[in-house]
């Protein structure tokens, strides 16, 4: 019998739990203008989630501490989601139910933006996701934006320059990761508008240690011209690594998964002549003064890195973008009105940003085109900008 | 066997709970998390069967939670089934797939159990991460909303109630199978294996049913998350989800049916609680989950309910009788 009490009391204080444990910290929400975001802070993405977040409280601060937007305090408010999709869109049913967000930034990989993009339209609630994926914007939803460049853009940059070299027939070799397998499939399907024929198809897999046989295989193709190695993390170091053991005489091409300092330390001399797509942002130094981009560039490279200490990257570069653009849509709406500022971000037109000049329109949610890529060639085991 | 349980009264508590619920709750993301403790209890309901009362360890759940997900997203959206066929049908394809693995992976035991489970579910989770053409790859696919007829399923609301009647249901069959001559065996064979073998109790034929069974739990609750979620990923069949099941049905109480539906309820909520500490999140945490097992190592239902009771043996030996009587 007490038996039978203990339950009842216990399934009583589940109840209570649920209705009280969480209401911890749910402030009154007053007037400050609410920016929410769920970014993969720890976990495998927290390259991506940790440079945003300090990116985002970076400018908050420094937008309040210059009296705020329209009069009114900025309120960052943020969930970890790590590397899960089910916990982004829990955060994201927070962040417009519980916290009765204005705006959500967020998203740090393809995988929970995707799997928020039906909350967010049935909320109608302006969006604007960090992650990469072409699907997030192809077709158009009515309240997703993005800021990073897609894959697929990364591919028809580096097909350009496949063009202007005259090279024909090449051969891929991918990560299997969630970047690597995106890619391919984009550059598989684009080759053929750029006239490119893929003649050996090759993948390996994220904790390969050696290339070697997939790189081997490629070299005994006939009519390769150049390889192109779409992955991310150290995957891409040591197909390059190979790749130099194996002697080709071929050009290599990365993706701007390796846009980093690291890829050079890790690949070491096979690095040289590499050359891929990546943001501005690595090279903001090295651009020319007339280059519309290099003032925004400097400043917020030397503003990151004074204030964390960290090299800056381009993920945090996204970040400060969709801060800036959904500020300057508040701004031109007069107010955080959900659909006002919704049309204006979509009316956002010539915003220079750290990933290119945005022009959006309703049937372009990212609003970035090719020159938005710089193509880079290591050098000396540094970048440097090629025309 | 018959289908009348002794402590019906919990089951009724339960149902109480879960209709005044929703009035306290103040808006739907409190409601997803009731919804998401719902769906989590099913799954350690089942699981619990497994190692409470089998005693076999499984470390591979989640793969039948990923199988159950992803199966009904396929279902559903590449073959335009309707949503209930698919998660029967689904249910079904797991259910044979854990009958055909028990038998080899049930002949082993302790680390052995572990490791043939882990390997089941890792084997899972990349097939579900490689064969992108079917389940969207890493990045996970969207799901078709659940259809009745003509009647879209739809918001927290509608799935509230869905899930609600679900766990009553998954908790009335557990505290039934419990109470039945496949429980008593099952205990014996958590007991001894050796001794409920002399007892004449066939202990491959109870394991592999067990095995069965939860794994059916767990793809039903899949298949709810992925249209409720209206989204299914490879993390949803990944080890660590396996892990924190099992954490779920250890903390609430082992071998209590009640304890995993507390067990469920308190690690959802955990998280989303302690998330405003951001970065010490991961401490409390673990400070909780550490100094429950070194103070009830037997999990919080089980502990407190013995604090509560005077003479446990006796009142142990009466519950026994009972359920004695009932069958």
């Known amino acids: 019998m007490i038996r039978k009490w203990v339950k009842k009391g216990l399934a009583a204080s589940v109840a209570a739990t649920v209705a009280l444990g969480i209401s911890y910290g749910n402030a ?16 495998p993405a927290s390259f991506l989630g940790d440079p945003e977040l300090k990116t985002l409280q970076i400018y908050v601060d420094e937008l309040n501490a210059g009296g705020g937007v329209l009069g009114r305090k900025l309120e960052l408010v943020h969930y970890d989601v790590q590397h899960d999709a089910k916990k982004a869109q829990t955060a994201v049913k927070r962040l417009i139910e ?3 967000v204005d705006v959500i930034i967020g998203g740090s990989t393809s995988g929970q933006t995707m799997a928020v993009i039906p909350l967010m339209e049935a909320a109608e609630m302006p969006f604007i996701s960090l992650a990469g994926a072409v699907a997030i914007v192809e077709p158009v939803k009515k309240w997703t934006f993005k800021t990073p460049h897609t894959d697929k853009m990364a591919c028809a940059k580096i097909f350009e320059d496949m063009n202007k070299q005259g090279i024909k027939s090449i051969a891929m070799i991918s990560g299997t990761g969630g970047f690597g397998k995106s890619m391919r499939g984009q550059c598989t399907a684009l080759a053929p508008a750029y006239n490119i024929k893929i003649v050996a198809d090759e993948t390996y897999g994220p904790k390969d240690t050696d290339m070697t046989p997939q790189l081997t295989k490629i070299k005994n193709t006939d009519g390769v011209q150049a390889v192109l190695n779409p992955g991310f993390g150290q995957g891409p170091a040591i197909v390059t690594k190979n790749f130099g053991q194996l002697g080709f005489k071929v ?16 690949a070491g001399s096979a690095s040289e002549g590499v050359r891929l797509p990546a943001a501005a942002l690595l090279v903001a130094n090295k651009l020319p003064d007339n280059d519309p981009q290099k003032a925004v560039l400097v400043s917020y490279m030397s503003t990151y890195e004074s204030k964390t200490k960290d090299a800056v990257s381009t993920f945090g570069g996204h970040a400060y973008d969709g801060l800036q653009m959904v500020v300057a849509a508040m701004q031109r709406a007069g107010g955080t009105d959900k659909a006002k500022v919704r049309d204006e971000i979509e009316k956002t037109s010539g915003y220079i940003g750290t990933g290119g000049i945005v022009h959006m329109s309703a049937t372009d949610h990212l609003g970035l085109d090719l020159s938005a890529f710089k193509m880079l060639e290591i050098r000396n085991g540094d970048w440097s900008l090629i025309k | 066997m018959t289908l009348k349980h002794p402590s019906t009264g919990g089951l009724l508590i339960l149902a109480v709970i879960i209709a005044i619920l929703p009035s306290i709750l103040p ?4 409601m997803d998390v009731a919804i998401r403790i719902g769906l989590n209890a099913i799954v350690c309901i089942g699981l619990n069967l497994l190692i409470g009362y089998a005693g076999q360890i499984s470390l591979g759940h989640a793969g039948f939670v990923g199988l159950g997900a992803y199966g009904s997203a396929i279902l559903t959206g590449e073959f335009g089934w309707p949503a209930i066929p698919a998660m029967l049908v689904t249910a079904l394809f797991v259910a044979l797939l854990a009958f055909v693995l028990a038998r080899p992976v049930l002949r082993l035991k302790g680390h052995f159990l572990a490791m043939a489970t882990l390997g089941m579910g890792i084997i899972i989770s990349i097939v579900l991460n490689t064969e992108a053409r079917w389940t969207g790859g890493p990045d996970g696919m969207a799901v078709q909303p659940m259809m009745f007829f003509e009647y879209m399923v739809f918001g927290e609301a509608v799935w509230y109630w869905i899930v609600g009647a679900a766990l009553l249901i998954a908790v009335w069959l557990s505290l039934n199978l419990i109470d039945s001559p496949v429980g008593r065996a099952l205990r014996a064979v958590h007991g001894s294996e050796v001794a409920a073998e002399v007892c004449g109790v066939n202990t491959t034929q109870y394991k592999v049913k067990v095995f069965v069974i939860s794994a059916v739990f767990a793809s039903v609750s899949g298949s709810m998350l992925a249209h409720y979620g209206a989204f299914v990923s490879p993390e949803d069949a990944s080890f660590f989800r396996s892990i924190e099941l099992v954490t779920m049905v250890v903390l609430g109480g082992m071998a209590s049916t009640y304890g995993a539906v507390v067990g469920a309820t308190i690690l959802t909520i955990l998280p989303q609680a302690l998330a405003r500490f951001e970065d010490l999140e991961h401490m409390v945490f673990g400070l909780i989950l550490m100094l429950t ?3 009830m190592p037997k999990g919080l239902v089980p502990t407190l309910s013995a604090k509560f009771r005077r003479s446990p043996v006796k009142v142990e030996a009466e519950s026994e009788a009972q359920g004695g009587g009932a069958t």
């Open chain 2, 27 to 30: 808006n739907n993301f409190y």
């Open chain 1, 28 to 43: 009154v929400a007053a007037d400050p203008i609410k920016i929410g975001t769920f970014l993969s802070v720890t976990g």
């Open chain 1, 98 to 100: 519980d916290d009765k």
């Open chain 2, 293 to 295: 097992m070194i103070f």
């Open chain 1, 251 to 266: 050009p290599m091409y990365q993706s701007h998964g390796v846009a980093s300092k690291k890829y050079i330390d890790l």
